[in-house]
């Protein structure tokens, strides 16, 4: 299992009231330590000038690509790690001894969350009781 600690990232601080699909953003300011509002307009300015034209570009308040948030992170030198093959299975569940210790972002099913030292920061519990799958992470370099 993995203890769950309510954290909206800095969201309501940055005055934005309501529900939006910003995980992405979330666990980037949790994992980082940065204010919101700076990594979602960093995070929107990266978007628009390195995304290519699609139907739904990456925005803060929308969500971003997932290969979008990879080269951004990268910019950082903040390394992605697979967890998951395609038709290997799951190999890495969202618990607290199956994540290295630190600050990772982890990639889940439609959902981007962020794990300190073994500890689920996010609006919800979205560990599943310990089943949902990683498919993979970042770790930010200390």
């Not at 990594?39 to 990456?58: G, I, K, M, T």
């Not at 390394?79 to 799951?90: F, K």
């Not at 310990?130 to 993979?136: D, H, L």
Request: net charge positive; with cysteine.
């Amino acid at each position: 299992m993995i203890q769950w600690i309510y954290n909206d990232g800095g969201r309501a601080a940055a005055g934005l009231k309501g529900g939006a699909g910003d995980c992405a953003c979330r666990a980037v300011a949790i994992a980082m330590d940065r204010p919101y509002r700076e990594v979602a307009d960093d995070l929107n300015d990266f978007a628009r000038r390195h995304e290519r034209p699609r139907r739904h570009p990456s925005r803060a308040r929308t969500g971003y690509h997932a290969d979008t948030l990879r080269a951004y992170l990268a910019q950082y030198g903040i390394e992605w790690t697979p967890t998951m093959q395609i038709g290997g299975g799951c190999s890495v569940h969202l618990r607290a001894d199956e994540l290295p210790a630190g600050r990772l972002i982890v990639r889940l099913s439609r959902h981007f969350a962020a794990v300190i030292d073994g500890v689920l920061h996010d609006t919800h519990d979205c560990s599943r009781d310990g089943t949902r799958c990683v498919y993979g992470y970042w770790k930010i370099p200390e």
